[in-house]
Each structure stands twice: as structure tokens, then as C-alpha cells.
């Protein structure tokens, strides 16, 4: 009878102990929108290359965060925000992607 009991108690704290394990992974945003600026027709030498470039990423970053009704002040704060991170690492990955000569940057936010 000890043995069941034994047997019992083993697998409910194997069971406890395999239903946590996801709790324990870092946190993964559920829902991400993602934009792809093409650059294949800038020259991203120049001055005007990099304007337009600006242009674009821009235009990205308020396309995947969204917007909200002017009466909405926080989630018009929150969106300038997303818009300001999404730009951020953009413009870090545009400046990379210059000496790469790679064609696309992805433009990200979690929403």
C-alpha cells in the first residue's frame, strides 16, 4: 500500500513539476507585427538615399503599432512610443544593413 502511495506522490510532483516548466520560459509577446522596408533602389550613399529611406521606415514603424482615436491620450502615448522603439532598432539595423548591402529591412513591434 506504501508503494502506491509512493508511486502516486511521485507522479503528481512530476506532473507539477512538467506543468511549471512553461511558466519559467522568458515571456514571448503573443502577437507581432512586422513591416519589410525594400532598399534595393536606394542609394544609401547619399544624402537623398537616406532621406527616403527615413521616409520609409517611418511610414513601417506607424503601420506595425497601430493607431488610436485622438481622444485616447495613453494609447496615443503608447503608440509614440511603440512608433519611437520600432524606429530606434530600425534605423540601428538600416545603418548595419549599409555596409551588409543587404535589401530589406523588417521593421517589428509587439502588440
Partial sequence: MKAIH???ASAL???TALKAVPALAD???DDVA???VRT???DLNSP????QLDRRLV???REVCGSVSSADLEGRNAVRSCVDTALAKARSDGAQMASA???IIAVTAAR
Avoid: C, E, K, N
Fill in 13 to 15: 510532483i512530476t506532473a
Fill in 40 to 42: 534595393a533602389d536606394l
Fill in 34 to 36: 512586422v513591416s519589410f
Fill in 101 to 103: 548591402q543587404r535589401d
Fill in 59 to 61: 511610414t513601417a514603424a
Fill in 48 to 51: 537623398v538615399g537616406q532621406r
Fill in 27 to 29: 515571456p514571448v509577446a
Fill in 6 to 8: 509512493i508511486i502516486i
